[in-house]
DNA sequence: CATGAATGAGTATTCATTCAT
DNA sequence: GATGAATGAATACTCATTCAT
C-alpha cells in the first residue's frame, strides 16, 4: 500500500514533457527486463534504451529498484483490473458459475504479458521496496473474500478467511504455473485446466 | 533434470580433505545467504566464512552460481526426503487419509529451513543454472503421480497428469505461503491449515 | 586582489529585485555551509534552499565558485570591519595600549561567526578564485604596517615589513586556533589569552 | 592518534608485493596531489598512476579519503621527525639557544616539500577522517611543553600550557605563512625571519 | 593442492551547467 | 527575466575470476 519513500517518484511529474520522460523509462526498464533479464538492466542502460539521459533518471527515480517498483506497480494493476472486472460480472452469479469466470480470469491475466511477468516473477529479488510484490495477492485476496462474503448462503461453516487464502493461492498458483512453465496445458482448449481448476474450488467451498 | 556442467562439482571430493572443504563451503554460503541475502553472498565473502582460500572455493567450484546450485539442491533433496518418507508411509493408504499426511508433510518440509527456503524463494534468480529449481516441483510431481496410479480405483476419470499438477501445485503453494508469509496460520494448531488443504485435495480427487 | 572574470556578479543588480535574489543565493550559500559542508553545497540544493530557480542562479552568478567567494568576501569584509574599527580607536595610543585592543579585536572577529569561519577555514579548497582568502590577512597586514609606520618612535631599528608580517600572522594564527580549536582557552575569561598574545607583540616590537 | 576505521590500510601488507603495491599508491597519490590538485585525485587516477589496478586500490584502502591520509601522516612523521631531532640536540641547552635552533627546524621540516605541504594546507578538507591533520600540531604541542618543562628554571611564572600554544602556533603560522606564501622572506639569508621568530618566542618566554 | 594478490569491466549515482519554453 | 527539465562527464566502488608463487 504505501511504498517506501525510496520507490516513490522524485517529482510529481505533471507537465507533459516529464511525463513523457517517465513513461519512457517505465516503459524501457519492462523492455529491458523482458530482453535482457534483471541483473543486466543497469540504470544506463535503461535510460540508454528510454532515449533518456541518466541524470534525467535520477531525477525522476531514486535509484533501480524504483524503476523496477513502477514496473511491478503497473503489471499488477493490469492484472487486477482483470480480475476486477470478471468480478463485477459475477457479482450476482452462484458459485459454481463465478468460480469458472474467475479461473478463466485468472488464466486471462496471466497471460497480458506473459514474458514479463515471468522475469517478474523469477527475477526480481523479493528484497527491500520490492518485496511489495505480494501486493497482487493481498488485493485478489481482499477482493475475493469480499465476494465469498456475498455469496455466504451458498457456502457450509467456512472460515472465510481460511477460504479466500485457500482459493486465491490455489488459483494464482495454478495459473502462473500453468502459464510460465506448462503452457502445453493451455495448448488448444484451455477449457481442461478451467474445468479442473475451478471444480477443485467449487468442491471445497460446497462443504458440509 | 541434469544440471549443466557448469555446476558441477570440478572434484570428486572422495579425499576426507577436500569433501571437508567442499562441505564447509556449501555450509558457508548457506549461512550467508540467511544471514545477508543473495547479492551480498560474493565468493570471497563465502571463502572467507568457509575458512578457505579464494583460490580453493573455484578450485571446487566454477562460480558462484555452483555454490547457490549445491545448496538448492541440498535444500530440494532434504524436502523431498521428507514428503517420499511420508508417500512411504501411506503406500497403502486410502487417498483421504495419504492427502492428509502429504499436506502435513509438506508442511514438515517447508519448516526444514523456513529462513533458507525463504531467501532460495525469493532472492536467487531462476536464471542460467538456478532454473533448476522447479526439480523439487517435478520430483513431487512424479512421485505423486505414481501414488495416484496405484489409487486409480479410488479416482473417477481423472486425467492424471492433469490431477498430479493441480494437486501438487495447489499443495505446494499453500504450504509455501503459508509457512513464509502467512505464519499466523500455523499458530496452535497447524490443524487448521491441513484439514482445509487436505478436503481441498480429497474433494478434488473424489471426482465425477 | 581583482578577483578573476569567473568570480564577478553577472549583473549589477541594482534593481531591488536583483538585489534581493542575490542576497537571498549568497545567504543560502553561508548557511548550507555551514549545515552541510562545502561539498554538499551544490548550486541546486543553494538555489531550492535560496527559494530560487536555478535558472536564475545563474543568471546572477558563474558558478558555485563565484558564490562561495561571495561569502568569503563578506565574511571577511565583516571580520576586517571590527578591524578596522579596533585601529581608528587606538590611532593615537601607544603600542603597548593598542597591541592589547588589537588582539581582543582580532578575537571578537573571529567569533562574528564561528561556525562560517571554520567551514570556510577547513573545506574551501584555496583554489582558483578561492586562492583569494588570504586577502584578509593582506588587508590586516597592510593596515597593521601602517599604524606601526605611525608609532615608529616607539619600535627599535626594525624592518617594518618583517614586524608587521611576524605580528599579524602570529596574532592571526593564535586566534583563529583559540577559537576554532581550543575553545577552552576563551572561557571564563578571554583576558590570558589577550594578555598573553599582547604580550608576545609587544615584547617583540619594543626591541633593541 | 586513533585513525578511524574508514582510514586504515584493509591489509597488513607484511608480504613484499603488498608492500611495494602500498607503497606505490601512497606515492602515487602524493604526486597527484601535487600535479593535479585534490579535486581531480579520483582513485582511478590514482591507481592509473600507481600503476596497479583500481581493485588493488581498493584492497588496501577503503577509499580516497583513506589514502589522503596516508599522506598526510606520513608528512606528517617527516616534519615531526626534523622538529624531534632538533629538540634532541638542544635537550640542554637554554631557551635563548634553544628556541632559535627550533625556529630553524620549523622553518627546515617546511621545506621538506613544500609542495605537498601547500596542497595538504590549502586543499585538503579539514573533514571526516582528515580532520586528524592537526596531529601535527598537537604532537609539536606535546612535544615542546616538555621541553618547557625541562627549562623551567629560565621561564617566569608562566602557565606551560598556554605558553606553549601560544610559541607552537606562532612559529608555525610564521615558518608555514613564509615558505607558502612569503618565499621572498626566505630568500638569501634565513637567518632574518629565523632571528625574528626567535627573538618573538624568547622574549615572551622570558616573562615576568 | 593451497594461497591470496591482482585484475578491470561494470554499476550506481552526483552535480555543475545549459537552454527551450 | 524566470523557470526547471535535461544533460552527460566524471567518480567511487564491487566482485567474479585468474594465476604466479
Not at 460480472?89 to 463465478?98: F, L, W
Not at 485468472?106 to 514474458?115: G, M, S, Y
Not at 481482499?142 to 451458498?154: A, I, K, N, P, T
Not at 474445468?195 to 471445497?204: D, F, I
Request: net charge neutral; charged share 25%.
Amino acid at each position: 500500500m504505501s511504498s517506501s519513500p525510496s520507490t516513490m517518484p522524485r517529482k510529481k511529474a505533471s507537465q507533459s514533457r516529464s511525463r513523457a520522460t517517465v513513461d519512457a523509462l517505465v516503459e524501457a526498464t519492462a523492455r529491458i527486463l523482458v530482453r535482457d533479464g534483471f541483473d543486466r538492466a543497469s540504470t544506463n542502460r535503461i535510460a540508454e534504451e528510454a532515449g533518456v539521459s541518466i541524470g534525467s533518471l535520477y531525477q525522476y527515480f531514486p535509484g533501480k529498484e524504483a524503476l523496477v517498483a513502477a514496473v511491478l506497480q503497473r503489471h499488477n494493476r493490469d492484472l487486477m483490473d482483470v480480475v476486477r472486472r470478471a468480478l463485477a460480472e459475477i457479482a450476482g452469479a452462484p458459485i459454481a458459475v463465478g468460480a469458472r469466470r474467475l479461473v478463466a480470469a485468472a488464466i486471462e491475466a496471466h497471460r497480458i504479458d506473459p514474458q514479463l511477468h515471468r522475469v517478474l516473477a523469477e527475477q526480481i529479488p523479493r528484497i527491500g521496496a520490492l518485496a511489495e510484490v505480494e501486493l497482487f495477492h493481498r488485493d485478489a485476496y481482499r477482493l475475493f473474500r469480499s465476494y465469498l462474503e456475498d455469496h455466504r448462503d451458498e457456502l457450509g461453516a467456512l472460515d472465510l478467511d481460511m477460504a479466500a487464502f485457500i482459493c486465491v493461492t490455489s488459483v494464482e498458483a495454478l495459473t502462473h504455473t500453468a502459464v510460465i512453465h506448462r503452457s502445453d496445458l493451455l495448448t488448444g482448449a484451455v477449457t481442461a485446466l478451467i474445468e479442473e481448476a475451478s471444480r477443485l474450488v467449487t468442491g471445497y467451498l460446497r462443504a458440509p
